[in-house]
Nanobody
Framework: QVQLVESGGGSVQSGGSLRLSCAVSVYTPYCMAWFRQAPGKEREGVAA???????TYAEDVKGRFTISQDNTKNTLYLQMNSLKPEDTAIYYC???????????????????WGQGTQVTVSS
């Protein structure tokens, strides 16, 4: 059983930065990802990273967000820069033991989820 615990959300003004963290309880699964869900919208993939560190990003965050993992600490990160009001959402950490590992993989394909952390960007 893999347990995920996010931290690092908060409120920031447009153009600001936040770093989200996700602590993984047992080991580093094959695929880890960040999703987000805004009110009234479907949960969408933001970024994904495979165990061999291959990363993919959704088009609207490319160049602004960076996903990374520290296997010595069993922790996943999402560095978010140049934040925009449309980035406002609950952000979730997700993990799965199987491929594919891309930001386009739909949320129902991930077995393990964190509780979510709120990110609010004001204009």
């Amino acid at each position: 059983q893999v347990q995920l615990v996010e931290s690092g959300g908060g409120s920031v003004q447009s153009g600001g930065s936040l770093r989200l963290s996700c602590a993984v309880s047992v080991y580093t699964p094959y695929c880890m990802a960040w999703f987000r869900q805004a009110p009234g919208k479907e949960r969408e993939g933001v970024a994904a990273i495979s165990k061999d560190a291959v990363t993919t990003y959704a088009e609207d965050v490319k160049g602004r967000f960076t996903i990374s993992q520290d296997n010595t600490k069993n922790t996943l990160y999402l560095q978010m820069n140049s934040l925009k009001p449309e980035d406002t959402a609950i952000y979730y950490c997700a993990a799965d033991t199987s491929a594919p590992c891309t930001s386009g993989r739909r949320y129902w394909g991930f077995q393990y989820w964190g509780q979510g952390t709120q990110v609010t960007v004001s204009s």
